[in-house]
């Protein structure tokens, strides 16, 4: 990929706003779906319980809290993605949308964690982006 240039990997090591939301918004969505499977397996404690715990609130408001910080972190992904600066590649820009994308579709709906769970929707899924593509 000849957009990974030094000056890309010298941004990278900066924490940009983009791959920190990013980040930020894939645990958050595994947290919020996911915390009580990994309970049972005996995980450390996710972002809900550590929520609850530090200020004393049901799981159902520290969900509401959490949709709060995703909506944020889809923000801060947005606004950086849409920069007209040019100084970072949009094919670069565009691996942390992908990114973020990808975990909205697997644990976006808040009620289902497609990937730790997983049935046929997923399956479905996976193959029309991977094996049965809609041709462009």
Not at 17 to 26: F, Y
Not at 30 to 57: F, L, P, W
Not at 100 to 121: P, Q
Request: aromatic share 10%; charged share 30%; net charge negative.
């Amino acid at each position: 990929m000849p957009e990974a240039t030094k000056e890309v990997f010298d941004w990278l090591v900066t924490d940009p706003k983009i791959l920190v939301a990013a980040a930020d918004h894939c645990r958050l969505l595994d947290d919020i779906t996911g915390h009580e499977i990994e309970q049972e397996r005996g995980n450390v404690a996710s972002t809900v319980e550590c929520y609850m715990k530090e200020y004393g609130v049901s799981k159902e408001e520290a969900h509401e809290v959490i949709k709060k910080f995703i909506e944020d972190d889809w923000k801060y992904i947005n606004e950086e993605f849409m920069k007209e600066d040019g100084a970072i590649p949009k094919k670069i820009l565009k691996i942390f949308l992908g990114y973020a994308r990808v975990m909205e579709a697997l644990y976006g709906d808040f009620s289902n964690n497609w990937y730790d769970v997983s049935n046929t929707t997923t399956k479905e899924m996976m193959e029309a982006l991977l094996v049965n593509p809609i041709p462009v």
